[in-house]
Each structure stands twice: as structure tokens, then as C-alpha cells.
């Protein structure tokens, strides 16, 4: 049976089970405007890793990154700064160096 509209799909219970072992710091974004079964497995999915933030990008849907950029920009900056991890647009980030500018 097919799930039906805002009820998790493509996303399998292993998965979301082992999601919960994740340790490392994690941002869930979405765009409200999406199809209610892709915001049912992001929910899903933040609500499985522990600790892990969401956020929505107001005006957006499948593609906040590149709907609103400069929104994105600013959600994930803040989100690597809360977690004391480096800038990528800082030359201090070695290992973020080869990843494209924000």
C-alpha cells in the first residue's frame, strides 16, 4: 500500500532506524511548499537523528538552496557557527577548502 499525502514515503524503516545512530551534528532543511510526503520523511528523519536540528525556508519548496539562496546562506552559516565548526568561505577551513563558496 502507498502511503498517502503527508505520510513518509521512499523512506524505509531501516533507514529511519538507523538514522538514530548518527552523532554528528545535523541540519534538516525544507521548503513549507514541498509535496507532504517529502516533508513527512524530512520530519521523520530530523526526528530520528539525535539532536539534529530543522528549519524551514519560508517561500520555497524541493530546492531551498537555490530558491533562496541567500536564506540558505544564512541558515547554514549559523548552524556550523552554533557547532563551532569553521566558515567555508574562510581560508582557516582546510578541510572545507575544495567545496564551492557559500
Known amino acids: 500500500m502507498s502511503p498517502g499525502l503527508g505520510e ?10 538507523r538514522l538514530g545512530t ?10 513549507p511548499c514541498d509535496v507532504p510526503g517529502t516533508l513527512a520523511c524530512a520530519r521523520a528523519a530530523a526526528g530520528a537523528i539525535p539532536g539534529a536540528e530543522s528549519a524551514e525556508i519560508a517561500d520555497t519548496a ?13 541558515l547554514v552559516l549559523a548552524f556550523l557557527a552554533r557547532h563551532g565548526l569553521p566558515d567555508p ?5 582546510s578541510r572545507l ?3 564551492p563558496a557559500l
Do not use: K, M, Y
Open 8 to 17: 513518509p514515503h521512499d523512506a524505509e524503516p531501516e533507514a529511519l532506524a
Open 22 to 31: 548518527l552523532r554528528t551534528p545535523t541540519l534538516v532543511v525544507t521548503g
Open 62 to 74: 524541493h530546492l531551498p538552496s537555490l530558491e533562496r539562496p541567500d536564506s540558505w546562506n544564512a
Open 89 to 93: 568561505r574562510s581560508s582557516g577551513a
Open 97 to 99: 577548502e575544495s567545496a
